[in-house]
């Protein structure tokens, strides 16, 4: 199995490895002298009717963790890609900052922002961008002949990322001989090269089809195992947010209108946007035990001991087989609820009723 080492920046710094804060985008002309008026607080409707110019992301702060996968998702216009390309100033802010690992990004200069570009940050489209004229191992190794690396040792890397991602004995096709979804594996294996601190996804599997796109979501997920990467991916698909999401952060009008983890967004939405989003999700595949335990009541339980953490339905089994409460603990074994079939049932036929 290849694996990759994680870069020191991201293995040594308590940092976060996205730090964002009172970010900002307008689109227009004046979008400066908005932002120092009254106007800046009118809606993005007003504002676009009063002056002519859009709010992209409004006021928008959130961390990611080392090691993170954070997905941003929201409905098309709520200023998800905008905002995926605020962190790398491929669109220049209006207000805020973003650093990256402890490095402003919106203070760099230009020579400085491409290096980082180059070495620390890949993304991945939804258009996957290959070089036609290319074979497969040419377009991996690509950012490395950019970046000045030796033929023998870009091409050595290449091969090690086209065989992580599967798709050794390729190598030297060409673009157009791959299906859709092993030109997006050429896309990921070429991001995965440069051994980024951190790999950006905007909407990449969105043009597949749904059976291909859900190999790909699962090859992520293997991915993410296997290198440990800090990941930033955009969708504007629940299902997929819910699937590969550490933590989301739901969107709205260029706003931030929730930020949690799957179970949380699901079990308790912000609002009546986030609640009709979350209103067709099967709970028992989401939802953690933490949220249909009941605290102990001081008499003994004896029962198998489940954790807060497991999705209600991999515990399912263990806790209706045993037809008692069984005992929930945390990360640290210490007992925090308990659980029996009825809790269980009443998440099931809860999702029936809802079906």
């Given at each position: ?73 929201g409905l098309s216009g709520s200023g998800k890609s905008t905002l995926v390309r605020l962190l790398t100033r491929l669109i220049e802010p209006t ?111 969105s043009a597949l089809d749904p059976l291909i796109r859900r190999d790909m979501q699962n090859e992520v997920i293997r991915l993410h195992e296997e ?70 009541d001081g008499s003994a339980v004896d029962g198998p001991v489940v954790r807060s953490d497991q999705i209600v339905r991999d515990a399912a089994r ?38």
């Amino acid at each position: 199995m290849t694996t990759i080492e994680q870069s020191p920046a991201a293995s040594t710094t308590d940092a976060p490895a996205v730090h964002v804060d009172g970010l900002w985008k307008i689109f227009g002309p004046r979008a400066d002298k908005i932002m120092q008026s009254d106007e800046a607080k009118l809606s993005r409707k007003e504002l676009q009717e009063k002056t002519g110019h859009v709010v992209g992301v409004r006021d928008v702060s959130f961390d990611v963790a080392p090691g993170e996968v954070f997905v941003v998702m929201g409905l098309s216009g709520s200023g998800k890609s905008t905002l995926v390309r605020l962190l790398t100033r491929l669109i220049e802010p209006t207000s805020g900052t973003v650093q990256l690992y402890g490095e402003d990004i919106t203070a760099m200069s230009d020579k400085a922002l491409l290096d980082t570009r180059r070495r620390k940050v890949s993304m991945v489209f939804q258009h996957f961008g290959l070089l036609p004229h290319r074979k497969v191992i040419d377009n991996v190794a690509f950012g490395l002949e950019v970046r000045g690396e030796g033929k023998g040792n870009r091409r050595n890397r290449a091969q090690e990322m086209v065989d992580l991602v599967g798709l050794s004995g390729y190598e030297n096709n060409f673009p157009d001989q791959l299906s859709g979804g092993m030109q997006q594996r050429v896309g990921l294996a070429r991001a995965l090269a440069a051994d980024p601190d951190i790999l950006m996804f905007d909407e990449p599997f969105s043009a597949l089809d749904p059976l291909i796109r859900r190999d790909m979501q699962n090859e992520v997920i293997r991915l993410h195992e296997e290198v440990g990467k800090t990941m930033v991916f955009i969708t504007h698909d629940l299902a997929e947010a819910l699937k590969l999401g550490d933590r989301i952060l739901i969107m709205r009008d260029g706003e931030v209108v929730q930020i949690g983890t799957p179970d949380e967004v699901v079990a308790a939405p912000a609002d009546e946007y986030v609640r009709d989003f979350v209103s067709d999700v099967p709970r028992s595949h989401v939802l953690t035990l933490k949220w249909v335990m009941r605290e102990p009541d001081g008499s003994a339980v004896d029962g198998p001991v489940v954790r807060s953490d497991q999705i209600v339905r991999d515990a399912a089994r263990v806790v209706l087989d045993h037809h008692g409460p069984c005992r929930v603990v945390d990360a640290d074994d210490k007992v925090v609820g308990v659980v029996d079939d009825e809790d269980i049932l009443r998440v099931v036929v809860a999702e029936e009723d809802a079906s």
